[in-house]
C-alpha cells in the first residue's frame, strides 16, 4: 500500500512509525513531514494547508490510504476533498471537526446533549463581552476565541482588568484574525487533567491508553502555555472508576450527539477533561492526536495501526480488538530556548550515543535536514520518549536519553511525569 500523512511534526512522526509497522505498507509520503521523518518516510514540500496540492499529489501517486493529522487542514476539509476523489482517509470531515474548529459549537453541543463541561456564555461583540466581565465577581474566568488559534487562544484571566484586555485583544484587536469573532466566556474548574484520546468510527468509541500533559514552558507548571512540553501515559488520575464515568457521561453522548446533528465523527476524537470535584468534565475536544500525547500513546499500542484506521474508515471498528500494553511511557520535549515566545533556529543537534539506547524513540518535531545534517526548524524541536515497566523508569531513562542530546539554547523541562 502507498500512505500519505499529511503533517510534520512530532506527533506525525509517531503516527508514521507505527503505520510502518505493517507488512503491507511499501510506501508512506509525508506532506511536508521534516528532518527526522525523512528517516521513516519521504517528505514532500507540501504545506499541510495546502489542501488542493495535497489532493493533487495523492491522486497522482495512487495514493491507496490517506491520513490528515493537523487540526488546519481537518478544519478546512482535506478529508472531504480527498474522498470526493475517492482515497480512503482518516480522519473527520470538515462538518465534524467544527467539534474543534469552533468553540461554540461545541459548548452549545455540550449543552444540548447534557455533556458535563464549565458553564458559559457566548459573546458576539466585545461591547457585551466587556458589560458581563465588568458584571462578574467570580475571578479567574476563563476566555477562549472561537476559532482555532494555534493553542494560544484560551486565557485565564485572574482579574477584571485582564479578563477586559482579554476581550479587547481578541475581540477588538484580532490577535488571533477571524477565530476572535466570537468568544466563550467560561467558567474555571480545578483538578487534574487527562488527555483520552479514541478512535471512533462514529458506531463504537475505543479510548486509548490515557496521558497527561504538561502545557506551561517551566518546571512547576510556570510559564506560558506551549503546544506542550512533555506526556506520561497512563495518567496516574484517570481510575477506572473515572474511566467508566467518562464512557458513559462523555464519550457515547458525544459520539451520540455529533450523529443526531448530521456531523458523524470518524477518526481520532480527543477529550481533554478535568476531574473536577464534581466529577470529570471537558475542558476541550480536538479532532485529531494530541502533540505530544501521540508520542506516549501509540508507541503503547500493540495492535496494528493501520488496520484500526483501516476499520474506522470503513465503520467496522467493532470487529477489532485493539490492545494497549501494561507499560509505561514518558515523552520530554526538547524545545528551542526562548519558545513558545521567541527563538532562533539552524542549530545543528548532536545525537551522541541517545539513539542507540533501548527502549528510547527520538520523535523530531522541528528539525529539517540541511546538507545532509539535521538542525533545527521549530519550537519544539524533539520528543524524547522512554517505555519502561515503572512510570519511574520510564522518566529516568528519558532524562537520560536527554543528557545525550545536544544543541544551542536547548530548554527543557526538568518534571514531566513528576506528579504529586
Ligand atoms: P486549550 O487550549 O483548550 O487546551 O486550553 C489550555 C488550557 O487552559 C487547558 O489545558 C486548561 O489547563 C486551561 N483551561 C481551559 N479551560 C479551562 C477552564 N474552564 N477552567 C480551568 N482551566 C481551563
Ligand atoms: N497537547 C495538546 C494538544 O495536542 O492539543
Do not use: W
Not at 494547508?49 to 487540526?71: L, R, S, T
Not at 485572574?158 to 484580532?174: G, N, P, R, T
Amino acid at each position: 500500500m502507498k500512505l500519505l500523512v499529511v503533517g510534520g511534526g512530532g506527533r506525525e512522526h509517531a503516527i508514521i512509525k507505527q503505520l510502518k509497522k505493517n507488512e503491507t505498507v511499501e510506501k508512506i509520503y509525508a506532506l511536508p513531514g521534516n528532518g527526522g521523518i525523512a528517516q521513516d518516510a519521504e517528505c514532500v514540500a507540501i504545506g499541510a494547508k495546502d489542501i488542493d496540492k495535497i489532493v493533487e499529489f495523492a491522486v497522482e501517486n495512487n495514493i491507496d490510504f490517506a491520513v490528515v493529522a493537523p487540526d488546519d487542514p481537518l478544519v478546512l476539509g482535506a478529508v472531504d476533498a480527498l474522498e470526493a476523489k475517492g482515497i480512503p482517509c482518516f480522519g473527520p470531515t470538515a462538518k465534524a471537526a467544527a467539534i474543534e474548529g469552533s468553540k461554540v459549537f461545541s459548548k452549545n453541543l455540550m449543552k444540548k446533549y447534557g455533556i458535563p463541561t464549565a458553564e458559559y456564555e457566548v459573546f458576539n461583540s466585545p461591547e457585551d463581552a466587556k458589560k458581563y466581565v465588568e458584571a462578574s465577581d467570580t475571578f479567574p474566568m476563563v476566555i477562549k476565541a472561537d476559532g482555532l488559534a494555534l493553542g494560544k487562544g484560551v486565557i485565564i484571566a485572574e482579574s477584571k482588568d485582564d479578563a477586559l484586555k482579554a476581550v479587547e485583544e481578541i475581540m477588538q484587536d484580532k490577535v488571533f484574525g477571524k477565530s476572535g469573532d466570537q468568544i466563550v466566556i467560561e467558567e474555571f474548574l480545578t483538578g487534574p487533567e487527562v488527555s483520552v484520546l479514541s478512535f471512533t468510527d462514529g458506531n463504537v468509541v475505543v479510548p486509548m491508553i490515557s496521558s497527561m500533559d504538561h502545557k506551561r514552558a517551566l518546571d512547576n507548571n510556570m510559564g506560558l502555555n506551549t503546544g506542550g512540553m512533555g506526556t506520561i501515559a497512563p495518567n496516574p488520575f484517570y481510575t477506572e472508576e473515572i474511566a467508566d464515568r467518562c464512557m458513559k457521561e462523555i464519550f457515547l453522548p458525544t459520539v451520540d450527539a455529533m450523529n443526531k446533528e448530521g456531523r458523524t465523527f470518524k477518526g481520532c476524537l480527543y477529550f481533554g477533561l478535568m476531574i473536577t470535584p464534581k466529577g470529570p468534565k471537558v475542558i476541550e475536544y480536538n479532532c485529531r492526536f494530541g502533540d505530544p500525547e501521540t508520542q506516549v500513546v501509540l508507541p503503547l499500542l500493540k495492535t496494528d495501526l493501520l488496520t484500526i484506521m483501516q476499520a474506522v474508515n470503513k465503520g467496522t471498528l467493532n470487529d477489532v480488538k485493539v490492545e494497549f500494553s501494561n507499560e509505561y511511557a514518558c515523552c520530554v520535549v526538547m524545545a528551542s530556548g526562548g519558545y513558545p515566545v521567541k527563538y532562533n533556529t539552524g542549530y545543528p543537534i548532536d545525537f551522541g550515543k541517545a539513539e542507540s539506547l533501548e527502549n528510547i524513540t527520538i520523535f523530531h518535531a522541528g528539525t529539517k535536514l540541511d546538507d545532509g545534517k539535521i538542525v533545527t526548524s521549530g519550537g519544539r524541536v524533539l520528543g524524547v520518549t522512554a517505555v519502561a515497566d515503572t512510570a519511574g523508569n520510564a522518566r529516568d531513562k528519558a532524562y537520560e536519553a536527554t543528557k545525550y542530546i545536544n544543541f544551542r539554547d536547548c530548554h527543557y523541562r526538568s518534571d514531566i511525569g513528576k506528579v504529586k
